[in-house]
């Protein structure tokens, strides 16, 4: 029978992972590794951190196991250890959105009011994927995309909207997708679309909810 202080020292390795999440920087670079996997400077720049600051981060992620590494040359590449970590991820999204009571107004404060934003749900996008009468943009960085994407979807980073906007017609509908149910990418492109006359639709969550409800994926960039 196992005595108290192998017990304890069981459980603060349980707590070993809660510690390493104990930071939003680094909740917010498993947000991002949940798209596929990044380079440290390419994080840095995500998360608004010096790559110090960033790689520190990783490294408490990489010692509580949540996160793996690989090297290309003098460059390492970030990715999530396991499809677990990224269900960690979404659990303790959905914990904290259901018991925090300020979660909503925090969310509001950065997404603004989605009131007016209308959506598509995973599963009729899924079934007009290959319809003709819709057109699919990924709103996120095209390192992202290139990762892997909704079959069929156009790269257009939101930085890149306005300037594409005369690419799209304004005769079929268009639906933005990007990270996940907290990312402002698809908010700010449906906005700007309508603006614009176009009929815009957001994806009700991001891709790594597609991918997961095994919806149809591609990799690379559009040739």
């Known amino acids: ?19 390493a999440l104990g930071n939003g920087r680094r909740v917010e670079l498993l947000d991002v590794l949940a798209q596929g996997e990044r380079h440290v400077e390419e994080l840095a720049s995500e998360i608004g951190q010096s790559v110090a600051n960033t790689s520190h981060h990783l490294q408490v992620l990489a ?31 959905s914990v904290a959105s259901t018991h925090l009571d300020d979660l909503d107004e925090l969310a509001s404060d950065y997404l603004g009011n989605r009131s007016r934003l209308e959506e598509i749900s995973r599963d009729e996008l899924a079934r007009r994927l290959d319809d003709g009468t819709l057109i699919v943009i990924d709103v996120r960085p095209e390192a992202e995309y290139a990762a892997g994407h909704i079959r069929g979807a156009r790269s257009v980073p939101i930085e890149q909207l306005a300037d594409m906007l005369r690419s799209l017609p304004t005769d079929v ?30 994806l009700q969550d991001g891709f790594p909810e597609w991918r997961n409800a095994h919806h149809p994926t591609e990799t690379g960039l559009a040739s």
């Open 1 to 19: 029978m196992g005595d108290r202080e192998a017990k304890n020292a069981l459980f603060d390795g349980f707590a070993d992972v809660a510690k």
């Open 63 to 93: 010692s509580a196991g949540l996160v793996a590494t690989r090297r290309v040359g003098n460059r390492i590449y970030y990715q999530l250890a396991s499809g677990d970590v990224e269900q960690l991820w979404t659990v303790l999204r």
């Open 173 to 202: 509908d268009i639906v933005a997708y990007c990270r996940g149910p907290y990312c402002v990418f698809a908010d700010d492109a449906v906005r700007l679309l309508r603006r614009r006359r176009h009929n815009a639709r957001r």
